[in-house]
C-alpha cells in the first residue's frame, strides 16, 4: 500500500508553512505563537498516525497546549504509548517533516514511511485534547486534516475535547493497557479522577482534617477538574477541603496564566496579582494545563514563602523512605531523586542528608522520568514543580508479596501500594501531586511552615533575557555549564566565585524564547545581583539585545 500523494498535498495545500520559519521539537513539543502553528499540527497529525501504525496500532497521544506560555501562544506534543513522551528518536523525524517544503511534503512523506519501515496498510488510534486556548479549535482541525491525509481507512481518533495534560497521558496509558495484566485504569476522565481519590482515600482514611487548601487554577484547564475534585472529596468526606481561586476558563479574555499560575508564582516569587492570603494559609498554583504545582504561604510576618518543585520532593523523599523502612524493605528497594541544575542547593544537601542518592538531568519531564526509571522508586521533580513518583513493577511486586509480621508493617505496605496508584506514572501531574503532598501532610498534621523547616533554600533568582538566536547558547554537564558562546561560562564563573555559595547557570529555554539565568547565593541581595551581573554579561555579547526582563 502507498501514501495518496494528492491527498497529502492537496490538504497539505490548506496549511501552508510560513516563510522563513525553522521549528524545533522542544523541552515540550512544538510551542510558539500560535499563528505560526497551523502547519506543524498538519505535520504532527501524519506523524502521529505513522508512530501508531509502527507500534502496531497502539494508541498515541496529541496533546495540544502550550502550558505556561501565554494564552497567545500554543504547541503540540505527542504522548507514547505508555503515556510518556515521544521516544527522542522520533522527535528528530517530527522536526524534519515539520520543516519540509509543501512542493515536497507528500514524497517526504513516503520516503520517512519507507524509512521508518512502516506497514501503512496498519491501524492507528490516536487520541487528542487540547487546553482552553483560544486557537486550541483551529489548531485541532489542522491536527484533524493531517491525520486525515494519511488516513488509509483504518485510522480512529477519539477527542477528549477540553482535558488537562496528564489526564491525556493517563488516558493513553490507560486504553493501550486495558484487559492486560498492566491495567492502568478505566479510560476515562472519570476513570482518571476516581484512582486518584480513591488512592487518597486509603492514604488519609480515618484521619483528622486540615485546612482548607486554596488553589489558583491559572484560569486554566485545572479549574474545572480542582471543582469536580473538590465535590469528589466531599462526597466522600475526605479530610480535605479545596477552594478554587483564578477559576475563570472563558477563551480569549487574556486571563489564562497572566498574573496568576505556577509560572508566575515560582519565575516571580510572587503570589498571583490581587491574592491575599491570610498568615500561614497554605495555598498552590497550577500551571495552564495541570502538569506542574508549586505551594506557597506567607508566614506569620506577611513573608512571602515558597514551597517550590524541590521541597515537594523533599516532603516526598522522608516520607516514602520511612514507609519503605516501616515496610521493612530498605536492603531490597532503591529510593533515589532526580533533580536538574535550577534545584536549589539546600533541597540537594537536605536530600543527600537523608542518604538518598541524587541524579541531576537537563531540563524537561522526558529526561527526570527517563532516570527516575531507573530506581525501585524514583521521586523527580523540576524546581518549577514538574515532577511525580515513579515506582518500578519489581519493587510494586516485592510489596505484594512481603507478609508483613507487625501491624505498623503492614500499614506501611498498604500505604506503598496508595501511593503507586495515587502518583501518575506517565507525567507529572499537579492533580496528583497536590493529593500527594496533602495526603503527607493530613498524615503528618503538619502546616505549611512545618513542611517549610525541612530546610532553608539559598535565595535564588530566575531571569529571562531574550536574544536573537537562543541557539547560539549550547550546555553541557547536564546544562550547567555553557559551551558557546565561547568564554562567556569563564565569564560567568569570574562573577560566581565572588559569592559564597554562589551558583549560576544560564541555559537557553526549549519553550520560549528566550535564555533563562539561574543564580543562587547567601543572600536575597546576592542572589538578585549575581542574576543580573550575568544577565548583564548575555546583554553585552549581544547587541540587538532586548535587557533582562519579566523578572
Ligand atoms: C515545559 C517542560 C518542563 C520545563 C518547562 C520549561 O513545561 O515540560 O519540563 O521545565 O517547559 O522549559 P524551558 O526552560 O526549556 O522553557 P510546561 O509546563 O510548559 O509544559
Redesign the pocket.
Same mark, same amino acid.
Given at each position: 500500500m502507498s501514501l495518496d500523494h494528492d491527498k497529502i498535498s492537496k490538504l497539505g495545500e490548506q496549511h501552508p508553512p510560513p516563510a522563513n520559519h525553522v521549528y524545533a521539537y +522542544?523541552?515540550?513539543g512544538f510551542r510558539s505563537n500560535a499563528n505560526v502553528l497551523d502547519a506543524v499540527l498538519f505535520r504532527v497529525g501524519i506523524i502521529a498516525v505513522f508512530r501508531s501504525m509502527k507500534l502496531d496500532g497502539k494508541a498515541v497521544g496529541v496533546m495540544i497546549?502550550?502550558?505556561?506560555?501565554p494564552e497567545c501562544d500554543n504547541g503540540v506534543k505527542l504522548v507514547d504509548p505508555h503515556g510518556d513522551m515521544l521516544d527522542p528518536s522520533w522527535e528528530a523525524y517530527a522536526t524534519a517533516l515539520a520543516n519540509t517544503p509543501l512542493d515536497s511534503l507528500a514524497s517526504y512523506c513516503s520516503q520517512l514511511a519507507n524509512t521508518l519501515k512502516i506497514d501503512l496498510t496498519k491501524k492507528a488510534n490516536i487520541i487528542i485534547a487540547r487546553d482552553t486556548r483560544p486557537s486550541g479549535d483551529a489548531m485541532l482541525s489542522s491536527l484533524n486534516h493531517g491525520i486525515e491525509s494519511v488516513n488509509n481507512g483504518s485510522v480512529s481518533v477519539q477527542d477528549f475535547g477540553l482535558a488537562t495534560?496528564p489526564a491525556l497521558h493517563y488516558l493513553v496509558r490507560a486504553t493501550n493497557s486495558k484487559g492486560t495484566n498492566d491495567d492502568y485504569g478505566e479510560p476515562t476522565i472519570q476513570g482518571y479522577m476516581d484512582k486518584m481519590v480513591s488512592a487518597f482515600n486509603g492514604l488519609v482514611q480515618g484521619k483528622p482534617s486540615i485546612a482548607p487548601l486554596k488553589v489558583d487554577c491559572a484560569n486554566g484547564i485545572g479549574a474545572p477538574y480542582i471543582h469536580d475534585l473538590s465535590e469528589k472529596l466531599q462526597k466522600v468526606n475526605a479530610p480535605l477541603t479545596l477552594e478554587p481561586v483564578f477559576d475563570d476558563t472563558t477563551p480569549g479574555i487574556g486571563k489564562l496564566n497572566n498574573g496568576c499560575g505556577a509560572?508566575h508564582v515560582k519565575s516571580k516569587q510572587l503570589l498571583p496579582v490581587g491574592f491575599t492570603p491570610g498568615p500561614n494559609e497554605r495555598c498552590a498554583s497550577l500551571?495552564g494545563?495541570a502538569?506542574?504545582i508549586v505551594y506557597y504561604y506567607n508566614d506569620q510576618r506577611g513573608n512571602f514563602k515558597l514551597l517550590d518543585g524541590d521541597k515537594i520532593a523533599s516532603l516526598l523523599s522522608v516520607f516514602i523512605i520511612d514507609l519503605v523502612e516501616k515496610a521493612g524493605l530498605t536492603d531490597t528497594a532503591n529510593v533515589g531523586v532526580v533533580q536538574t541544575a535550577y534545584a536549589n542547593g539546600c533541597s540537594s544537601k537536605f536530600i543527600n542528608a537523608q542518604q538518598v542518592p541524587i541524579k541531576c538531568v537537563p531540563?524537561?519531564?522526558k529526561h527526570?522520568h527517563h532516570a527516575a526509571q531507573q530506581y525501585s522508586v524514583g521521586v523527580y521533580f523540576?524546581a518549577?514543580g514538574?515532577g511525580t513518583v515513579l515506582f518500578s513493577d519489581e519493587f510494586i511486586n516485592l510489596v505484594k508479596s512481603t507478609v508483613p509480621v507487625m501491624p505498623a508493617q503492614q500499614t506501611a505496605l498498604q500505604q506503598l501500594i496508595h501511593l503507586s496508584q495515587l502518583a501518575n506514572q506517565t507525567v507529572g501531574d499537579a492533580l496528583s501531586d497536590l493529593l500527594l503532598v496533602e495526603a503527607i501532610l493530613i498524615q503528618k498534621q503538619w502546616g505549611p511552615a512545618e513542611w517549610d523547616g525541612l530546610y532553608e533554600d539559598f535565595p535564588n533568582r530566575l531571569v529571562k533575557v531574550t536574544v536573537p538566536d537562543r541557539t547560539a547558547f549550547t550546555t553541557t554537564d547536564a546544562e550547567r555549564k555553557l559551551v558557546t558562546p565561547a568564554d562567556l561560562q569563564k565569564e560567568i564563573d569570574g562573577h560566581v566565585s565572588k559569592y559564597q555559595d554562589g551558583r549560576s547557570f544560564v541555559?537557553p529555554? +526549549?519553550?520560549?524564547d528566550c535564555v533563562?539565568v539561574y543564580a543562587e547565593a547567601q543572600t536575597r541581595g546576592q542572589a538578585d545581583e549575581l542574576a543580573f551581573k550575568v544577565a548583564g554579561l548575555i546583554y553585552d555579547k549581544f547587541d540587538a539585545m532586548i535587557p533582562p526582563s519579566r523578572l
Amino acid at each position: 500500500m502507498s501514501l495518496d500523494h494528492d491527498k497529502i498535498s492537496k490538504l497539505g495545500e490548506q496549511h501552508p508553512p510560513p516563510a522563513n520559519h525553522v521549528y524545533a521539537y +522542544g523541552t515540550a513539543g512544538f510551542r510558539s505563537n500560535a499563528n505560526v502553528l497551523d502547519a506543524v499540527l498538519f505535520r504532527v497529525g501524519i506523524i502521529a498516525v505513522f508512530r501508531s501504525m509502527k507500534l502496531d496500532g497502539k494508541a498515541v497521544g496529541v496533546m495540544i497546549t502550550a502550558s505556561h506560555n501565554p494564552e497567545c501562544d500554543n504547541g503540540v506534543k505527542l504522548v507514547d504509548p505508555h503515556g510518556d513522551m515521544l521516544d527522542p528518536s522520533w522527535e528528530a523525524y517530527a522536526t524534519a517533516l515539520a520543516n519540509t517544503p509543501l512542493d515536497s511534503l507528500a514524497s517526504y512523506c513516503s520516503q520517512l514511511a519507507n524509512t521508518l519501515k512502516i506497514d501503512l496498510t496498519k491501524k492507528a488510534n490516536i487520541i487528542i485534547a487540547r487546553d482552553t486556548r483560544p486557537s486550541g479549535d483551529a489548531m485541532l482541525s489542522s491536527l484533524n486534516h493531517g491525520i486525515e491525509s494519511v488516513n488509509n481507512g483504518s485510522v480512529s481518533v477519539q477527542d477528549f475535547g477540553l482535558a488537562t495534560t496528564p489526564a491525556l497521558h493517563y488516558l493513553v496509558r490507560a486504553t493501550n493497557s486495558k484487559g492486560t495484566n498492566d491495567d492502568y485504569g478505566e479510560p476515562t476522565i472519570q476513570g482518571y479522577m476516581d484512582k486518584m481519590v480513591s488512592a487518597f482515600n486509603g492514604l488519609v482514611q480515618g484521619k483528622p482534617s486540615i485546612a482548607p487548601l486554596k488553589v489558583d487554577c491559572a484560569n486554566g484547564i485545572g479549574a474545572p477538574y480542582i471543582h469536580d475534585l473538590s465535590e469528589k472529596l466531599q462526597k466522600v468526606n475526605a479530610p480535605l477541603t479545596l477552594e478554587p481561586v483564578f477559576d475563570d476558563t472563558t477563551p480569549g479574555i487574556g486571563k489564562l496564566n497572566n498574573g496568576c499560575g505556577a509560572d508566575h508564582v515560582k519565575s516571580k516569587q510572587l503570589l498571583p496579582v490581587g491574592f491575599t492570603p491570610g498568615p500561614n494559609e497554605r495555598c498552590a498554583s497550577l500551571d495552564g494545563d495541570a502538569d506542574r504545582i508549586v505551594y506557597y504561604y506567607n508566614d506569620q510576618r506577611g513573608n512571602f514563602k515558597l514551597l517550590d518543585g524541590d521541597k515537594i520532593a523533599s516532603l516526598l523523599s522522608v516520607f516514602i523512605i520511612d514507609l519503605v523502612e516501616k515496610a521493612g524493605l530498605t536492603d531490597t528497594a532503591n529510593v533515589g531523586v532526580v533533580q536538574t541544575a535550577y534545584a536549589n542547593g539546600c533541597s540537594s544537601k537536605f536530600i543527600n542528608a537523608q542518604q538518598v542518592p541524587i541524579k541531576c538531568v537537563p531540563t524537561g519531564v522526558k529526561h527526570l522520568h527517563h532516570a527516575a526509571q531507573q530506581y525501585s522508586v524514583g521521586v523527580y521533580f523540576e524546581a518549577n514543580g514538574h515532577g511525580t513518583v515513579l515506582f518500578s513493577d519489581e519493587f510494586i511486586n516485592l510489596v505484594k508479596s512481603t507478609v508483613p509480621v507487625m501491624p505498623a508493617q503492614q500499614t506501611a505496605l498498604q500505604q506503598l501500594i496508595h501511593l503507586s496508584q495515587l502518583a501518575n506514572q506517565t507525567v507529572g501531574d499537579a492533580l496528583s501531586d497536590l493529593l500527594l503532598v496533602e495526603a503527607i501532610l493530613i498524615q503528618k498534621q503538619w502546616g505549611p511552615a512545618e513542611w517549610d523547616g525541612l530546610y532553608e533554600d539559598f535565595p535564588n533568582r530566575l531571569v529571562k533575557v531574550t536574544v536573537p538566536d537562543r541557539t547560539a547558547f549550547t550546555t553541557t554537564d547536564a546544562e550547567r555549564k555553557l559551551v558557546t558562546p565561547a568564554d562567556l561560562q569563564k565569564e560567568i564563573d569570574g562573577h560566581v566565585s565572588k559569592y559564597q555559595d554562589g551558583r549560576s547557570f544560564v541555559r537557553p529555554s +526549549g519553550t520560549e524564547d528566550c535564555v533563562r539565568v539561574y543564580a543562587e547565593a547567601q543572600t536575597r541581595g546576592q542572589a538578585d545581583e549575581l542574576a543580573f551581573k550575568v544577565a548583564g554579561l548575555i546583554y553585552d555579547k549581544f547587541d540587538a539585545m532586548i535587557p533582562p526582563s519579566r523578572l
